[in-house]
């Protein structure tokens, strides 16, 4: 009897093991959680070698907490297989030469991509032939990116880092140039002053790191983050490498003490997280509002469709991006009528991350009235896709039905 043709999932397994076996292997990241725990949202696995060898070292990633764990690769391999399509419907594999996404439904199906690799570390150095250094926006040999693992001693991005390097890159140009369109840095009837940035939900810092060293003495950096362990050991990095102007306190996106600041950033704020960070910057009178939303879950249940829609959104991928696609939507129209003039765009490749949207918004006239065209547009659009609350909204006290 011939063999069973393998599933997307098998082949999936297989190209895993092999990246273990023969040492390609860069990471993995399961998502999509469906697990008995509603507060895990990933899994993070990554080779590093101990003193008794190779081994993988997961980090379970909870909404407030991480959990890690390392485990010899036949160990690895073994926790791994009924995970991946089991407690986690998507794995993204990335190895040396190649990337391969495995997005499985519950009934069993399983779909696989696999793309060759991009170059994995940004080049130290310009083209061939030149010595010199390449000019970063955030040069790769400041300590503290180092001291964030993102750097080796040699001040170049590690293997496992180079996406998320880049990312910082990234997003410094990407901040100078907001900067630049959102004005100049004083407040109406103010005398010139640094820069008040807040960023929520920052992690474990690495981009509000690049915003304090792109910025310097123009502006004051606060991270605020709801896991003290992150907290204590950025205030630690930042003191180490003297920089002053940046600071990381213990608390609540809700909560944060936001008077007076200009710009507000909160960058994969799971879900409302989001909402309740763009009302915290607008009730502050931030003048730049960015944000990258992820988790969109508060619209699913309400969504309601167009029979001509039904069919394909019996698929749940179809869903789920209806539901990110109508609450960023959302979002950057509630941002018009609060009066910001919004941009929606990609942040980075989905080769760091899969959520980089980007919503940027700057502060550019007074809000809207409850009834003006804007504001009836915007229901029009709530009414099509049978939405009564949104966060947001409901923040703005706007009246969406
Ligand atoms: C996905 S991480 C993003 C980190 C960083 N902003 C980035 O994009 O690299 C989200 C972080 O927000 C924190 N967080 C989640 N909800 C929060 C809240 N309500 N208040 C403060 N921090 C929160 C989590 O602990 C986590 O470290």
Redesign the pocket.
């Known amino acids: 009897m011939p063999a069973p043709t393998p599933t997307a999932r098998d082949r999936f397994l297989a190209l895993l093991r092999t990246a273990t076996d023969d040492g390609s292997l860069v990471k993995l990241t399961l998502g999509k959680p469906r697990g008995a725990d509603p507060t895990l949202h990933n899994l993070f696995v990554r080779p590093v070698v101990l003193k008794s060898g190779p081994h993988l070292c997961f980090v379970w990633r909870h ?2 907490r991480d959990v890690t764990k390392n485990l010899a690769p036949a160990a690895a391999l073994a926790q791994l297989e009924p995970l991946i399509g089991g407690d986690f419907l998507d794995a993204h594999l990335f190895t040396a030469a190649q990337t391969a996404q495995l997005q499985c439904q519950p009934d069993g199906t399983s779909r696989l991509v696999v793309k060759a690799a991009a170059p994995t570390a940004a080049p130290a150095v310009e083209a061939a032939g030149h010595d010199r250094p390449k000019q970063y926006l955030i040069a790769a040999e400041s300590p503290w990116l180092r001291a964030l693992g993102i750097t080796n001693d040699r001040g170049q991005p590690r293997a496992e880092m180079a996406a998320k390097f880049r990312q910082i890159q990234k997003f410094a140009e990407l901040l100078r140039d907001l900067l630049e369109q959102a004005g100049s840095h004083e407040r109406e009837g103010e005398a010139a002053r640094r820069l008040r940035i807040v ?6 810092g ?2 509000t790191f690049a915003i304090a060293a792109l910025l310097g003495e123009r502006a004051d950096v606060l991270g ?4 003290p362990e ?1 907290v204590t050991f950025c205030n630690g990095v930042a003191r180490t490498h003297s920089l002053a102007n940046l600071r990381f306190a213990a ?4 909560d944060a003490p936001l008077a007076g600041i200009d710009v507000l950033i ?5 879900d409302t ?1 989001t909402d ?1 960070a763009l009302a915290r910057g607008i009730q502050a009178g931030a003048r730049l509002l960015l944000v ?1 939303p ?1 988790c969109q879950k508060e619209l699913r249940p309400q969504l309601t469709a167009p029979p001509v829609l039904a069919e394909p959104l019996r698929h749940g991928i179809f869903q789920e991006r209806q539901a990110e696609f109508v609450t960023d939507a959302l979002r950057a129209q509630l941002l018009e009528w609060a009066g910001y003039r919004t941009k929606v765009f990609e942040f980075v490749t989905t080769e760091h991350t899969a959520k980089n949207l980007m919503i940027a918004a700057i502060k550019s006239g007074p809000a809207g009235q409850p009834d003006d065209a804007h504001a009836q547009r915007l229901r029009e659009l709530a009414r099509f896709y049978g939405i009564r609350r949104q966060r947001l909204a409901e923040h703005l006290a706007f009246p969406l039905t």
């Open positions: 909404a407030t960023d929520m939900g920052c992690g474990k690495y981009l605020i983050e709801s896991r992150l608390g609540a996106i809700a909160a960058l994969h704020a799971c997280a309740d990258a992820c």
